[in-house]
């Protein structure tokens, strides 16, 4: 079956059309809207986003590569993105990545296998003065070493874990 926006999410697309004096110039907030209904862009959902804005699928697909915002293939639960610029990189920003890498048991761009981690290096996150910053999911992660990203990861893990028991107060982190 061919993908389509929720209800929902087609009357979000139509209002940002109210914003742009084209359907082309909405290309950005609408591939937004795509992999917040979708998760990612697979090329079905481009073609989706394609026919809702009268281009090219070729052109949606280009805008979307371009772009490391929008993720073209599946996710894990907690996207953990490693700045790598100038600053990070001096105050130790490989280092985590290292250490990251050993104990998610993956390389950089690649997703854990129970789907709960992906690993990636992000240019700079406009953060330097508190680098190096890690960022995961929406929030910001600043002035991290090793043993602060190691802890960042195990607290994540067993949220996870404890949002999977059902149980009173129980609720879901991510
Ligand atoms: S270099 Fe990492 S936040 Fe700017």
Known sequence: MAVQFSEETHKQFEDVLTRYPTK???ILPTLWLAQTEFGYLSPAVMEHVADLLDLSPAYVHGVATFYTMFYKEPMGKCHVQVCTNLSCT???AEKIVHCLEDRLGVKVGQTTGDKMFSLSEVECLGS???APVIQVNDDYHEN???E?????IDELAKQAESASTPGPGTSNPL
């Open 148 to 152: 602060s990203t190691l802890g960042l």
């Open 90 to 92: 001096l105050r130790g």
């Open 24 to 26: 082309q110039a909405a």
């Open 128 to 130: 330097c003065g508190t």
């Open 144 to 146: 991290q070493t090793p």
